[in-house]
């Protein structure tokens, strides 16, 4: 049986920021895809924002690993030439009556250790974009757009270049637990590769789970893992629709979050064209297709402050689908970052939820669970040392 010293299951932007840290840490450390190309799922279908970290409670995960995240990711992109804009953005409210979640929002956005959020009047917020619409705005001058695809060929490159290798085609059927084999025991992996049908089984001390929308089927299928620590996933299909023609911002817009409402965001990519989304879509199902119908819904919330779009203005873009572990009408669930403190089996990281900001935070996940692997390891020797 082939053993290394670590698996990453998932070549998306997270599975390659841990695998990249994991080899620059000196594992030696192998990428199971199941997809015959990097980044195929949830990582080439999301906004390419890179987030202030102003929106998320207080302490929580996503709090903390975008906040930390943002700015690795800007040094990292800057180190390894990742085309990225530090372009800024204006949350904006439509009326006065949402000018109070303005500030609301901004006390969080210093709770959690953002503080370059700057207030301003209508007629300030419309000297920086002269076609908006709003009675108060905030700016984050933090925000920005990075390309994804880019940035998930260095960290791979970066993973390789420290000895990391990766495996496309290559499916996890099953997973199971021995323990004794070695003094820490070994995860060992079922696999398949899809183009020759060849099944193998490869073993390590070391594997984190990083399959986002596979995760949760992935965790049911390792014999050993109590189901009880894998959460429900659900999907959340969030769709995008383009202009014709250019939208006449360089900044993105945000609205205030308003329940019941759409709070439809303008996004830029590098070339500045524009992209409004995404809504949400509760969907059991893989589909990416774009109902041109649902465009129509957006014209009203796009308006309240681009007062000056035009009808048939809109087109479908793109979709992509949240790995969510919230249903409708529930408070938006935390990122889950599951190691043998949770479930108690040695050298097994699962994450869950892996969702927006998941490609702000990357590097940062990336530094935790490579963290919390080499202190369960520490724990370990000093446990054995001290049994004798």
């Known amino acids: 049986m082939d053993h290394v010293d670590c698996i990453v299951a998932g070549a998306g932007v997270v599975g390659l920021a841990i695998a990249r840290d994991m080899a620059r840490r000196g594992m030696d450390t192998l990428i199971l895809e199941a997809a015959n190309a990097i980044g195929t799922g949830t990582s080439s279908r999301n906004s390419e924002v890179i987030h202030a970290g102003i929106y ?8 903390r690993f975008c906040v930390a995240g943002r700015n690795m990711l800007y040094r990292y992109c800057e180190e390894h030439a990742v085309p990225h804009a530090r372009c800024g953005k204006l949350i904006v409210a439509a009326n006065a009556g949402q000018e109070p ?21 209508a007629a300030e917020a419309l000297t920086l974009e002269p076609r908006l619409r709003c009675t108060a705005a905030l700016l984050s001058p933090s ?6 695809h880019t940035l998930m060929l260095a960290l791979l490159g970066d993973a390789e270049e420290h000895g990391a290798a990766l495996s496309l085609n290559t499916s996890i059927v099953s997973g199971r637990i021995e323990r004794g084999l070695t003094k820490g025991g070994l995860i060992v992996l079922d696999t398949i590769d899809s183009t020759s049908g060849e099944r193998f089984e490869i073993a390590t001390k070391s594997f984190i789970n990083a399959a986002g929308l596979d995760a949760t089927a992935l965790a049911r299928s390792i014999d050993g893992l109590d189901p009880q620590f894998v959460p429900e996933l659900r999907y959340a299909k969030g769709n995008y629709f383009s202009v014709a023609g250019r939208a006449p911002f360089s900044r993105l817009i945000y609205p205030v979050p308003e329940p019941g409402g759409l709070g439809v965001h303008l996004t830029l990519d590098l070339d500045g064209v524009a992209r409004f989304g995404p809504d949400v879509e509760w969907t059991d199902t893989l589909d990416y297709r ?39 009408g529930e408070a938006n669930a935390d990122f889950v970052v599951q190691d043998a403190s949770v479930h108690g089996i040695d050298g097994l990281v699962n994450l869950f939820g892996i969702e927006s900001p998941g490609l702000t935070s990357s590097l940062a996940i990336a530094d935790h669970v490579a963290q919390r692997l080499a202190a369960s390891r520490t724990q370990n020797r000093g446990a054995k040392f001290a049994a004798g």
């Open 143 to 148: 925000t920005g757009i990075i390309d994804s």
């Open 290 to 328: 774009v109902d041109p119908g649902r465009g129509e819904r957006f014209y009203s919330e796009i308006r309240k402050y681009w007062p000056d779009l035009a009808d048939g203005a809109l087109q479908p873009a793109y979709s992509g689908i949240r790995p969510k572990l919230s249903g409708p």
């Open 101 to 121: 979640v303005l500030a609301t929002i901004r006390a969080n956005a210093s709770a959690c250790g953002v503080d370059d959020l700057v207030p301003l009047t």
């Open 56 to 63: 998320y409670p207080v302490g929580s995960l996503k709090a």
